[in-house]
């Protein structure tokens, strides 16, 4: 998801997802270092999505 839609949603929504793609980066490393991950590359992609998600929540908090 593009950062311009990261900063739409709501903080509620946006504290709801960085949780959600926590939780998938935690399965995503275990199933890796259990040799059963079916796509590797998404732990890429959900670590990038989480930092752009904490990223929109630190620009909040300076904000206001």
Same mark, same amino acid.
């Given at each position: 998801?593009?950062?311009?839609?990261?900063?739409?949603?709501?903080?509620? $929504?946006? !504290?709801?997802?960085?949780? $959600?793609?926590? $939780? $998938?980066? =935690?399965?995503?490393? =275990?199933?890796?270092?259990?040799?059963?991950?079916?796509?590797?590359?998404?732990?890429?992609?959900?670590?990038? !999505?989480?930092?752009?998600?904490?990223?929109?929540?630190?620009?909040?908090?300076?904000?206001?």
């Amino acid at each position: 998801m593009k950062a311009e839609k990261w900063r739409d949603l709501s903080n509620d $929504e946006l !504290d709801q997802k960085a949780r $959600e793609l926590s $939780e $998938e980066i =935690f399965n995503l490393r =275990f199933q890796l270092s259990m040799g059963v991950a079916k796509n590797p590359s998404r732990i890429r992609v959900a670590r990038r !999505d989480l930092a752009r998600a904490k990223t929109v929540q630190a620009e909040r908090a300076t904000k206001g």
